[in-house]
């Protein structure tokens, strides 16, 4: 009885210290985006690391420092272009949205006319709500929209991301089996089998989502960018890589870049051929992402499933912004072990089996 209760104070005493810490990293969430954005990349590097370093012929710090060199050599100058060109996209789309709303309201009524008249359809007062209200909304959107993109912030960010990533990841990589080393020799050694197979289990699953969706969203960002330029969209490689990259959020990336490619189509052209090929762009995408890209560059082998996914992003987002986002996989992933493992060791318990 004497020992059960220590037990239980111990376990008390870890959950209070667990959300503590929570409570203490939620406080803090403003400024660990670039940290965890380092740790990532160092999640994605160290088996390059591992490969150069592999027969002790290199050693880690020389290893990590050529990986990232190569690295950063490839990806920063496309990253400065990428940022520098959607910010400054955005910006002008911003400046243009009241004439987009006027033209698109101009283009939009007579459709509804059209659909009214052929199918008796009754909108009401729709067409003034357009005319009078459209404009002012969209005005306001606007001038929010552009003051975020200028805005200090979102450049300082930008720089964070660029200047201190890179220098966590560095640290994350050199180090890397030492803290795992570390991580393992806190877990007790009653539980220590059982936590490794589950740690290994996440792995699994963090690993196999994580690259297979980068792929995935590499792939649709590539195509909807190629698509939609192809089509004759101002803005269109814009919207394209935005549907690709927000493509990680099960459906959300490909309905959002498709309402946002037909308002552009709409208000640009306004003709049934061009509103037909971004339909074509986007259903083609669809039915390759849904039949070819996830199953063979994901697959379900990673034992997640796509609702379960889909709420841990969206609840990460709301919680923790672009940085709730980033943990939700692992988060989900760390919860789905632990809830097969709490199930097994009840369907063996006395609970289960009694009758």
């Known amino acids: 009885m004497v020992k059960k209760n220590v037990d239980n104070q111990r376990y008390m005493l870890f959950l209070c210290v667990f959300v503590i810490c929570g409570v203490f990293l939620y406080s803090l969430r403003s400024v660990l985006l670039p940290f965890v954005v380092g740790i990532v990349l160092a999640y994605f590097l160290d088996p390059l690391v591992s490969k150069v370093s592999k027969n002790g012929s290199t050693s880690r710090t020389v290893a990590t420092t050529i990986v990232m060199g190569v690295s950063l050599l490839i990806l920063l100058p496309l990253l400065v272009l990428l940022c520098s060109a959607v910010f400054s996209q955005a910006a002008e789309y911003a400046a243009k949205l009241p004439e987009y709303a006027r033209l698109f309201a101009q283009r939009l009524l007579p459709v509804l006319g059209e659909v009214k008249e052929r199918f008796g359809f009754n909108y ?197 912004g672009l940085l709730g986002m980033i943990i939700a996989v692992p988060c989900a992933a760390i919860i789905g072990v632990l809830l097969k493992y709490l199930i097994k060791n009840y369907k063996q318990s006395p609970m289960y089996l009694d009758n």
């Open 124 to 320: 009401g007062n729709v067409e003034n709500v357009l005319q009078e209200n459209m404009a002012n909304y969209l005005k306001i959107a606007g001038k929010v929209l552009q003051s975020i993109v200028s805005n200090g912030f979102a450049f300082i960010n930008v720089l964070s991301l660029l200047l201190i990533s890179p220098v966590v990841a560095f640290y994350m990589l050199r180090d890397w089996h030492q803290f795992t080393a570390k991580i393992q020799g806190l877990i007790p050694q009653k539980h220590k089998q059982t936590v490794l197979d589950g740690m290994q289990q996440v792995n699994r699953i963090i690993s196999g989502y994580l690259r297979g969706q980068a792929l995935v969203c590499l792939c649709l960002g590539s195509y909807y960018s190629f698509g939609l330029w192809l089509v004759g969209l101002e803005m269109g490689v814009v919207v394209g890589f935005l549907a690709g990259i927000i493509s990680f959020i099960p459906y959300v990336g490909s309905i959002s870049g498709f309402l946002m490619a037909m308002a552009l189509v709409i208000t640009q052209y306004g003709t049934m051929p061009k509103i037909i090929a971004v339909l074509a762009v986007f259903g083609i995408g669809q039915f390759f992402e849904g039949n070819f890209l996830t199953p063979k560059l994901v697959g379900e082998n990673i034992g997640l499933h796509p609702v379960w996914v889909m709420f841990a992003l969206l609840a990460g987002g709301v919680l923790l």
